[in-house]
């Protein structure tokens, strides 16, 4: 029991985000998909339809499979609790729900098709990781990089490859993202 003792609940936005996911996870799959159609996806629906708002936040928990699952979330756990601790909770919960509105929002303008899962989220906090070490008015050379590699590669897939992947998500939360770093390293927003 001592072992219990020692773990820590280090990043509490990110762990309940996570457990959210997973227990959407879990629900959609006793469900037989019911649950990513009612609430963890987003479409084009009637904005007199209390349930539009609800999967327009609730998109970010669904996933499809554990595949997809896994592949969010892991990249979710390697970089969410760093910037909780540098930004704080509070701030990172802010940039994960604008990020998601944003995100359900655009899909429902622009796309015919459904959206689920957090990959917007997981762009915007690997862009935000990359800008923050942002200082003296300059760009960080890795943010250069990491914006290449990442929003380059979204737009390459976007127009080169079609895998039901929804790359304007991506290209959206990394920009996203690096607004959001270029602001509070600008304002030089810090955990409190």
């Given at each position: 029991m001592n072992f219990l003792r020692k773990i820590a609940f280090n990043s509490p936005v990110?762990?309940?985000?996570?457990?959210?996911?997973?227990?959407a996870l879990i629900l959609n799959?006793?469900?037989g998909g019911i649950a990513n159609r009612l609430f963890f996806s987003v479409y084009r629906s009637s904005f007199f339809d209390p349930l539009t708002y609800i999967r327009m936040i609730g998109h970010v928990f669904g996933h499809a499979n554990w595949y997809h699952f896994y592949g969010n979330i892991t990249m979710l756990l390697l970089v969410g609790p760093l910037l909780e601790e540098k930004y704080g909770s509070w701030n990172i919960a802010i940039i994960m729900l604008?990020?998601?509105i944003i995100t359900g929002f655009i899909n429902i303008l622009?796309?015919?098709?459904?959206?689920?899962?957090a990959s917007g989220i997981v762009f915007a906090l690997i862009l935000l990781s990359s800008i923050t070490?942002?200082?003296d008015g300059k760009i960080p050379l890795t943010f250069i990089i990491?914006?290449?590699v990442y929003i380059g590669g979204q737009v390459y897939e976007g127009i080169f490859i079609d895998d039901n992947v929804s790359n304007l998500t991506h290209i959206v939360g990394g920009i996203l993202g690096a607004s959001f770093g270029h602001f509070m390293n600008k304002n030089k927003v810090k955990n409190a």
């Open positions: 990110i762990l309940v985000f996570v457990i959210i996911c997973f227990g799959t006793v469900t604008i990020t998601g622009i796309f015919p098709t459904g959206l689920l899962g070490s942002k200082g990491v914006a290449i």
